[in-house]
């Protein structure tokens, strides 16, 4: 049962990162800061346009370090309470979920294993 938490764990973290679009919100960033980075550059606004458009950014980007930290946070704490409310039973503890996670024998395994499935679902949609 300490395996099978241990993919419970990998696996609801991942699955909350692609259901709020992590990697989405994390390129949409970046747009954000090259869109900054452009408007501090350009010789053709005035300062004060500047100022608004780098306060409307900063909101944006604001906005989204709340969100990227509030789903990171999900995607941590929502598996391991799955894993919790198993202690509760008896059948195996968090501890040992934990531990069987970080081994490196798990790590090169499900490694192995997202790598394989990305690569998959990558030429399937070629």
Known sequence: MTIV????????????????????????V???A????DVFQNPDMSDLEKEKAM???????FKYFFII??????????????IWLVQLTGVT?????LHAT????FIVISSIFIIGIT??????NV
């Open 5 to 28: 938490g241990a993919i419970i764990l990998v696996v609801g973290f991942i699955a909350i990162i692609n259901i709020f679009d992590l990697v989405g919100k994390s390129k949409k």
């Open 30 to 32: 970046i747009d954000v």
């Open 34 to 37: 090259k869109h900054s980075a």
């Open 55 to 61: 306060q409307k950014n900063s909101i944006i980007l």
């Open 69 to 82: 930290v509030a789903v990171c946070a999900i995607a941590v704490f929502a598996p391991l309470g799955v």
């Open 93 to 97: 503890t968090v501890e040992n979920v």
């Open 102 to 105: 970080f081994s490196w024998q």
């Open 119 to 124: 690569w998959l679902l990558r030429r399937k």
